[in-house]
């Protein structure tokens, strides 16, 4: 099965700065790499797919790269609602497994 | 409007069954795989279970391989997750999800893009 590690495992950031979160996978994914943004009390919501493509809505702040085993979450600049937590999963072959996740909360 | 409602969810004994269901609405439910995902509290996300559009094929974490069975009934619009010999381990909030794309052949699966609210299921004694 693969595995996924993300870090950090939380970060504490302003509003206006840009982070990354990174994702690495125990072999390789190729680009089936997702992203979701889970605030407390609410089901998660898919942000990225594919590595890189942006779902409907979703601001163009939130941008995904990489391929093979590694994979970056930036968010170009931070707004007060992209405080959450996030996770990265690898959809390249079943167990479809998730990252621990990445909480980003308010420096 | 593009909806999943989960139900079943509740208070078990170690040992025992319990079958969740997840009411679709508003797109083509077979033209879609369907999963399950569960959230233990104050923990992060754990894929559970998958299924294709139409069924015949599943796929399921090594936590609940051999004790949960994932199924569907496309002329109802519903899914379902059948749990037996249930363990403290398995408290969790349960989410039905709507998949993108295929799931079983690598690389043509792409994420759950619709997510229900969940349905929580504890097993205590």
């Known amino acids: 099965d693969i595995q996924m590690t993300q870090s950090p495992s939380s970060l504490s950031a302003s509003v206006g700065d840009r982070v990354t979160i990174t994702c690495r996978a125990s072999?390789?994914?190729?680009?089936?790499l997702n992203w979701y943004q889970q605030k407390p009390g609410r089901a998660p919501k898919l942000l990225i797919s594919?590595?890189?493509s942006l779902q409907s809505g979703v601001p163009a702040s939130f941008s995904g790269t990489g391929s093979g085993t590694d994979f970056t979450l930036t968010i170009s600049s931070l707004q007060p609602e992209d405080f959450a937590t996030y996770y990265c999963?690898?959809?390249?072959?079943?167990?479809?497994?998730f990252g621990l996740g990445t909480k980003l909360e308010i420096k | 409007e593009v909806q999943l409602l989960e139900s079943g969810g509740g208070l078990i004994q170690p040992g025992g069954s319990l079958r969740l269901s997840c009411a679709a609405s508003?797109?083509?439910?077979?033209?879609?795989?369907m999963t399950w995902v569960r959230q233990a509290p104050g923990k992060g996300l754990e894929w559970v279970s998958a299924?294709?559009?139409?069924?015949?094929?599943?796929y399921y974490a090594d936590s609940v391989k051999g004790r949960f069975t994932i199924s569907r009934d496309n002329s109802k619009n519903t899914l379902f997750l059948k749990m037996n010999s249930l363990r403290a381990e398995d408290t969790a909030l349960y989410y039905c999800?709507?998949?993108?794309?295929?799931?079983?052949?690598?690389?043509?699966?792409?994420?759950?893009?619709?997510w229900g609210q969940g349905t929580a299921v504890t097993v205590s004694s």
């Open positions: 999800t709507r998949g993108v794309g295929a799931v079983g052949a690598p690389g043509y699966f792409h994420g759950m893009d619709v």
């Open positions: 508003g797109f083509i439910f077979n033209n879609y795989a």
């Open positions: 299924t294709s559009r139409s069924g015949d094929r599943t």
């Open positions: 072999q390789s994914i190729v680009m089936s």
């Open positions: 594919g590595a890189s």
């Open positions: 999963q690898q959809s390249y072959i079943a167990p479809y497994s």
